[in-house]
């Protein structure tokens, strides 16, 4: 199994992460503790010296990083070494890698970093519109219409100000994969994260309903209950569409019109609405995290 390396950085109590890109395939935007696979006959401190010079730019030597390691565990096929470095001073640290940032948090801070915000994006009448139809005309004419660069031009600005990811509510996810999904978004420019998408056929959850199968409402609020099973802590979301079926998530939602599609106006309401949280029970939270114990030598 591969060795690799992690370094846990602190000065003054704070730990040092770094932000992925949101270009990355896995974990986009995720924070993390520099570190990376020992090259073949690599010692672990080599290997720590060398990502730390080029992820962060900075020359680190023995006396800075502790003896053994502070802690093991195996992840995704590797087994990870955790080792405690302390930074002098006068160390600058950048993000020599690209990466989307870099900051030094307290332990409680690094709790919120896992949090993340969605985006329950609609598509006809949203991304697309009748005046973009008019707009192309051809389109129209073949009876198929696509996406608008400009809607999703806004969608990229909404993703861009608040570090939302995609989950797709859209009747488009029900004859595509969440990877079909993402082309179908990137081959008009889309930029972002398309995290999933809403589950199809569940049960209405309205006593006074006489319908058996949910509203769109019903369909997100069944995503956002399955999200803490797959790590995900949902700070905020806000729902986009030119339907209003969202039943008791209906404050959540942005409401476009399907002459339009989505406007600067209805992006400013959603950057808005993604800042201010909802109330905490509309969202299950999660089972209390496993506290694990830093502990073991190498
Ligand atoms: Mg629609």
Known sequence: MRDVVVAVIVRDGRVLLAQRKGSEKNAPWAWESPGGKCE??????????????????????????????????????????????????????????????????????????????????????VLNSTAFALRHEQEERSGVLGLDPVAVARVNRLIAETGAEVVVSSTWRRQRTRVQLVEVLRD?????????????????????????????????????????????????????????DMRHLAHRLVKTDFEDGLLDEHVERAIAMLKSPPSPSLITLPEKEDIRRFGGES
């Open 188 to 244: 008009v420019g889309f930029v972002g994260t398309v995290r999933g998408k809403t589950p199809n056929n569940v049960p209405c959850t309205d006593p006074l309903s006489k319908r058996h199968v949910g509203e769109r409402g019903d369909e997100i609020q069944a995503w956002l209950d399955v999200a803490p099973r797959y790590g995900l802590e949902i700070e905020s979301f806000v729902i986009i569409d030119d339907d209003s």
């Open 40 to 125: 073949p006959g690599e010692s672990h401190r080599d290997a720590l010296y060398r990502e730390l010079l080029e992820e962060l730019g900075v020359a680190v030597d023995e006396t800075d990083v502790s003896d053994t390691s502070i802690f093991r565990c195996e992840a995704f096929g590797f087994q990870l070494h955790f080792y405690e470095v302390h930074m002098q001073p006068w160390c600058r640290p950048s993000p020599a890698e690209g990466q989307a940032g870099i900051g030094w948090f307290l332990p409680e801070e690094m709790r919120r970093l896992r949090m993340t915000r969605i985006v329950f994006l609609d598509f006809d009448g």
